[in-house]
């Protein structure tokens, strides 16, 4: 970074939240590191962060809502500022085959994955727009570049997120705004640690790198989007899978 800068990063208690959190924290960001339920993760990430010299505080906030979003974005701008690096990192799935999917199934991926990050960009922006700097960055998937099975409605917010990207991109480009999408692959984390073996064989050999992601993979190229070295970068989706959807 050149110079400190206010990140938020949704989601942060754990897996590549957590280590995006910390690789900002890194490169110079004050960090306000959201979470839903693990508070006592996202307590350890502030600490770690805190240890590096940098300030950060945690916020709880469920970012399927919008009321609760807008009270984080109050919350953040009056104990570090005005919100300069957004990255849109919280999610869940609920994975089934479509004629086994439940209406509920499907609202809930849909509102947490893709709604959240129009709750958040809307409330990023007004400040951005009025600095003329800042960072939009979402955690797509590459699911939402190739699909899969059992996961119509994962696929369809992270390709929604993508649509949304290059959407917001055009509208706030020429402010000194940039919006990006980062798409990871095979990465582990606490969520792929308890595939079968046989499955994660399968997928390795798919992956032309011949390894499995690490969060770190992610965090770097997220870093990269958020700093003033990717100016000149707009509306893109970036995979981080290894090579595996070339």
Known sequence: MQKERIALVTGAGRGIGREIALELARRGCSVAVNYSRSEKAAEEAVTEIEAMGRKAF???????????????????????????????????????????????????????????????????LRPMLKARWGRIIAISSVTGLVGNPGQCNYSAAKAGMTGFIKSLAREVGSRGITANAVAPGYIETDMTSVLPPEIREAMLKNIPSGRTGTPSDVAKAVAFLASDDSEYIQGQVIAVDGGMTM
């Open 58 to 124: 945690a916020v709880k906030a469920d970012v399927s809502s919008a009321a609760e979003v807008k009270e984080m974005f109050a919350s953040v701008a009056s104990k570090l500022g005005p919100v300069e690096i957004l990255v849109c990192n919280a999610g869940i799935t609920k994975d089934n085959l479509l004629m086994r999917m439940k209406d509920e199934d499907w609202n809930d991926v849909i509102t947490a994955d893709l709604s959240s990050l129009f709750y958040c960009a809307r409330e990023a």
